[in-house]
Structure formats: structure tokens, C-alpha cells
Nanobody, 112 residues
Framework: QIQVVESGGGLVQPGGSVRLSCVVS????????MNWYRQAPGKERELVAT????????NYMGSEKGRFILSRDNAENISYLQINNLKPEDTAVYYC?????WGRGTQVTISS
């Protein structure tokens, strides 16, 4: 059974950073693409970034993409999404998606 579990969210002040984790189980993690999405209040879920099985990253945040850093640890079956210089508009539930499976998400709230 495939399981996808995100963690690392919370309440963060503007300008701070957060590192989100996505732990997966139930399949061979190495070689599988990992995708991070987010859904802000009242908005549709959007794709943030992808890290391929080979470790290549694709960032879909346009002019803001420099703030989003994706990595993975194949030995620990974990993908990380670090977000720097957080802004109120980054407030959202962040989800991990892989092989057709969603996690439940982790809430990130940016507020002073």
C-alpha cells in the first residue's frame, strides 16, 4: 500500500523559511518523480515544483521560483520542499503527489 505523508508546516512570520517533508512508502522511491502542489484558500490547487527520479528539478513558480528549493533523499524515501523569504500569499496547504497518490497535506500559514 502506497502512503504519502507531508509534514513541516506551521505558522511562520513573513520573511522566514520553512522546510516541508514528504515521506513515502509502499514502493521503490528512487527513480520516481515527486511533485509538490499547494492550494491557497479559495483557489485551485497548483503545481509548485517537480523533482525527477534522477534529481532534476522543475519549478513552476515563475518569477518567485528562486524561493522554492526542491531536494530528495532516496535512502530515506523523503522529498523536501524548502521555501525561503515567505510571503503571506504563500499561505496554503502543501501537498505531495506521486504515482497517482496524494498525501493529506501540511498547512503553512504566513502571518506576523
Amino acid at each position: 500500500q502506497i502512503q504519502v505523508v507531508e509534514s513541516g508546516g506551521g505558522l511562520v512570520q513573513p520573511g522566514g523559511s520553512v522546510r516541508l517533508s514528504c515521506v513515502v512508502s509502499g514502493f521503490t522511491f528512487s527513480g520516481v518523480d515527486m511533485n509538490w502542489y499547494r492550494q491557497a484558500p479559495g483557489k485551485e490547487r497548483e503545481l509548485v515544483a517537480t523533482i525527477t527520479g534522477a534529481g532534476e528539478t522543475f519549478n513552476y513558480m515563475g518569477s518567485e521560483k528562486g524561493r522554492f528549493i526542491l531536494s530528495r533523499d532516496n535512502a530515506e524515501n523523503i522529498s523536501y520542499l524548502q521555501i525561503n523569504n515567505l510571503k503571506p500569499e504563500d499561505t496554503a496547504v502543501y501537498y505531495c503527489w506521486t504515482r497517482g497518490n496524494w498525501g493529506r497535506g501540511t498547512q503553512v500559514t504566513i502571518s506576523s
